[in-house]
């Protein structure tokens, strides 16, 4: 319980510092961060009512409170039964404020009928005062991603050996396998499990479908999950490592060969004090310098925590200086339309000794023959 009290110090800190009066956290990951509890996204309102001095107050549906852990020295909880308006509770609980800070994935109407109630409330992003807290990991944290890291890590490195078949299987049919195996390795959910094979890489994002996995083709997987870790509250797992089915064609084999460069790139760039934008560059400018620079696409990272994406991301323009406990992706990707992708992914812990990757299986382009 200590650690939310801990949490919750530091946000008021934060609120002083920004002249905000109240944290309001409704559905999203910053809910559970600094209560323990995770809201189902209903129409029905639950919000952590943060006063920047004075006790937080967690405004639930009664039908939920069964859920709600509840934690006397760190919030009380309000219930209310449908019939009943929430807004008012919150409103009442805003008395006298001039500026609220709102969670930033707050339903819209839940906004709209907050500002009716409260014409004359001022309202910020919520992450303006929750990212900067969120961002840097402690002990406790990176030791929930080094195991989330580890579970993922075993279940790619089966496939990695040939030790999981693939020819002759639908990329869905591989990826329902996966998702079996993230629960089996002690994840709460799945987050995603992408499979995609041959032409099909060349989507970041793809879904698996009902594409046939051959021989003489590449496999792209990236797949992550939540797993508990601090008090309950779960921590993510992300990783992307590709195979190929037999001997990789030449144009293929070099393509890897710089994305493998690249990543390394970005990896030995995190360190502490290193702008974020600096580690995107790190790992961009391999790639550029070989030619494919039209093909990597998207930024170099995200940061992960109790999400999957969030800050700080590695990303041209983010000036952000590195922090020890800043934890996020490396993730270059080669993506040319109509033939083939590649992407190498870990997820690394910026220390005052040096960037630290948390995925430890092998980075090289595996060849399997099943």
């Not at 920004?18 to 559970?32: E, I, T, W, Y």
């Not at 940061?303 to 922090?323: D, K, Q, T, W």
Request: net charge negative; proline share 6%; aromatic share 6%.
């Amino acid at each position: 319980m200590v650690v939310f009290e801990h949490r919750l110090a530091q946000a008021r800190a934060s609120m002083v510092d920004r002249k905000v009066d109240f944290l309001l956290l409704s559905v999203g990951a910053d809910l559970p961060y600094f209560c323990g509890y995770e809201a189902m996204p209903l129409e029905r309102l639950t919000m952590l009512v943060v006063p920047r001095d004075g006790d937080a107050t967690l405004v639930v549906p009664h039908l939920e409170a069964p859920r709600v852990v509840e934690r006397p020295d760190v919030f009380d909880v309000v219930t209310w039964r449908d019939g009943e308006d929430p807004i008012d509770l919150v409103a009442k609980c805003l008395s006298g404020a001039a500026t609220a800070a709102l969670g930033d994935q707050t339903w819209a109407g839940f906004a709209l009928d907050l500002l009716s109630a409260c014409p004359n409330l001022q309202l910020a992003r919520a992450s303006e005062v929750t990212a900067p807290i969120r961002m840097v990991k402690d002990a406790a944290e990176i030791e929930a991603l080094r195991h989330a890291a580890a579970a993922v890590d075993r279940i790619l490195a089966d496939v990695q050996i040939g030790a999981m078949p693939l020819i002759g299987r639908t990329e869905v049919d591989v990826a329902g396998q996966i998702a079996r195996r993230i629960i089996d390795e002690g994840h709460q959910r799945v987050n995603f499990t992408i499979v995609a094979s041959g032409p099909n890489a060349a989507s970041p994002h793809h879904e698996a479908g009902d594409r046939v996995i051959r021989q003489g083709e590449s496999v792209l997987f990236d797949i992550g999950g939540t797993m508990a870790g601090v008090d309950g509250v779960g921590y993510c797992s992300d990783i992307t490592r590709c195979v190929h089915i037999g001997p990789p064609p030449d144009g293929f084999a070099e393509l890897y060969e710089v994305l493998y460069a690249s990543q390394a790139a970005g990896v030995a760039a995190a360190t502490v004090g290193t702008p974020c934008a600096e580690v995107d560059q790190a790992a961009r400018q391999v790639i550029n310098a070989a030619g494919y620079g039209e093909f990597f696409i998207h930024r170099t990272g995200h940061g992960i925590g109790i999400e999957a994406h969030e800050h700080p991301n590695m990303v041209s323009g983010n000036e952000l200086p590195l922090a020890a406990g800043h934890t996020f992706s490396v993730e270059p990707g080669i993506y040319v339309p109509g033939m083939w992708g590649a992407r190498l992914e870990d997820i690394v812990v910026a220390t005052t000794d040096g960037p630290e990757p948390l995925n430890r299986i092998d980075h090289g382009l595996a060849v399997v023959d099943c």
